[in-house]
């Protein structure tokens, strides 16, 4: 069967050559290894000794084979600058993770701890809101960032048709502060938002008040003003 097979597959004459890849020329030789007599039915002595006696008549010398790139001296140095760089990131990793996690650790205390100081004082402030554009717009000073106060701010809507509202706050230069959602006016007519002046730094805020619908769509019912003082006086 093996026999066979080497023939077939002309074995012999591909191995002589350096023609036959890797795993063919692994089978070969094993073969030839593990069944020395199978080298003589094939030839495999004779046909040597003619290569060889070719060689030699026509003056060729064998040729060593070049040096594998593993064999060369620099690699073993290369390969431990390499390791030694891999262990340094390895380490340096593993620094930076420590750090990292007592930093998130020290910043999370903090969060637990608060960034807002508790109210000292109460307000409560009822807002007569105005139609954008409208002239005439109030403004409403709430507390101060120093003194937090609360304020229970109470836009008067008595007049309008809706009876579900929200209401967004932003500084003047349009940027976004706080958002209040599916808002009922109470039996006065008025809606409730509580807000920690604490929370807001000093200057001036826009208060738009929307009526609204189930789906949350709507239109700007009211505006008012508010401000924050950055002294200890609200």
């Known amino acids: 069967m093996d026999l066979q097979l080497v023939r077939d597959k002309q074995l012999v004459e591909r191995w002589i050559a350096g023609r036959l890849p890797p795993p063919e020329a692994r089978f070969f030789e094993d073969l030839i290894r593990k069944q020395p007599a199978l080298a003589d039915s094939l030839g495999l002595p004779d046909a040597l000794k003619r290569l060889m006696k070719l060689l030699d ?81 109030m403004t409403y000073r709430i507390g101060s960032r120093k003194s937090p106060t609360f304020a229970e701010l109470r836009p008067d ?30 039996s006065n007519g008025e809606l409730r938002i509580g807000v920690n002046s604490g929370a807001l730094a000093a200057g001036s805020y826009r208060l738009e008040v929307r009526q609204i619908n189930l789906r949350g769509d709507g239109e700007v019912a009211g505006v008012a003003r508010l401000q924050v003082v950055s002294g200890n006086t609200p």
């Open 57 to 137: 008549d026509t003056g060729t010398e064998w040729q060593e084979r070049p040096p594998r790139f593993w064999h060369n001296p620099v690699l073993p140095i290369a390969l431990g600058a390499l390791a030694a760089v891999a262990i340094a990131a390895a380490v340096s990793l593993a620094y930076g993770k420590q750090h990292i996690a007592g930093k998130y650790q020290e910043l999370r205390a903090e969060s637990l701890e608060g960034v807002l100081e508790e109210p000292i004082s109460t307000q409560t402030t009822v807002l007569h809101l105005a139609k954008p554009g409208e002239p005439g717009l």
């Open 157 to 186: 809507v008595r007049l309008m048709s809706g009876h579900l509202f929200s209401a967004k706050i932003e500084r003047d230069d349009g940027t976004f502060w706080a958002r209040f959602d599916n808002l009922l006016r109470d």
